[in-house]
């Protein structure tokens, strides 16, 4: 299926929207992504989040991610716990580092290079006022991926390259950051321009780090050191209680708090990573708004969105190494 059909399919059953009401806000989001375009450009593979871009199209219709994995082997995310974590989600370096200690002791998967990535997700957005119906998605990606292995893009890793830099990464959290920023460039190797300013180091340490979590295959060890070294970066938070992720299950959320401020007419929102309350391993992603939003249009109507709202969200299902595209486990 391509991507202009999963576009589509994702917003069949949405009404039409009117264009006049729809073109103010998709002036200001052409223009947010025009200044954006450079430092979203960090992603585990561009091709992993055709999804993403069906709810952007979602966002910016009220308004006018990859390749993601969960445990090791072929084994679904778990299910919601229903219980607190281990331990209290008042210091997201106190989680992190305890997230560290319990990933390290699952075990890897042993991919070879003429196999697939089966990825199961499950996304929904905030649709005219409510939270629609998430909608699942099935894709298959190559392990070992020539095209995504010879470093002409700067961030376009394969999952075989990902796997292995993770399981090469050193102890020391300084040397982890250093080398996750090599690996995935703020700007893809390129020279920051005058709207799209040099990522700070925090930020660009956080999102390097997330891009990795959402690893598959994983390689715990590496994950673990990795987790070690976020702990390390000042700016990370974890929201105090446990989360629902699109699939109902409940999560840790992390965060990286850069006090940075959202595009005009665009409310606040906080990106979230969202892992397993038992095991640490990533379930999926969320975007929440941080400020009550109003937005009002020529003909006298108006859109509002609350704080604490979940304006979009992803969530994995199914993670799995097969023998072929198509293939399910």
Not at 204 to 224: K, Q, T
């Amino acid at each position: 299926m391509d991507e202009m059909t999963r576009v589509r399919d994702f917003r069949a059953h949405a009404p039409t929207p009117d264009p006049a009401r729809l073109a103010p806000g998709r002036q200001r989001l052409l223009e947010a992504a025009g200044r954006g375009a450079r430092t979203r450009r960090m992603r585990s593979d561009w091709r992993l989040v055709v999804a993403g871009a069906a709810v952007a199209v979602t966002v910016a219709a009220f308004a006018g991610g990859h390749l993601v994995g969960g445990g090791a082997g072929t084994t679904a995310p778990p299910a919601s716990s229903s219980i607190r974590p281990h331990v209290e989600l008042t210091d997201a370096a106190t989680v992190l580092r305890h997230a560290a200690d319990t990933v390290e002791l699952i075990p890897d998967p042993a991919p070879r290079a003429g196999q697939w990535v089966y990825v199961r997700t499950r996304q929904g957005a905030t649709e005219n006022g409510g939270h629609q119906k998430a909608d699942t998605q099935e894709a298959w990606y190559r392990y070992a991926d020539p095209e995504s292995e010879n470093w002409k893009e700067g961030d376009d890793h394969s999952p075989r390259e990902r796997f292995r830099f993770l399981a090469s990464l050193p102890d020391d959290p300084e040397k982890v950051l250093e080398k996750i920023r090599w690996f995935y460039p703020s700007d893809a190797g390129g020279e920051p321009s005058g709207d799209a300013p040099e990522e700070p180091r925090n930020a660009h340490n956080y999102r390097a780090a997330s891009v990795l979590v959402e690893s598959y295959p994983m390689a715990h060890e590496g994950l673990a050191r990795l987790y070690r070294a976020l702990a390390t970066v000042e700016g990370v938070k974890v929201v105090d209680h446990l989360v629902e992720d699109a699939a109902g299950r409940d999560a840790i959320a992390l965060y990286f708090d850069g006090g940075g401020q959202g595009s005009a007419g665009f409310p606040e929102t906080r990106d979230e990573l969202l892992l397993d309350p038992t095991t640490y391993t990533y379930l999926g992603t969320r975007s929440t708004v941080i400020e009550d939003h109003v937005e009002e249009f020529p003909d006298g109507s108006r859109y509002e969105l609350r704080k604490g709202q979940v304006l979009w969200d992803t969530a994995v299902l199914r993670t799995a190494l097969v023998d072929a595209e198509g293939r399910r486990p």
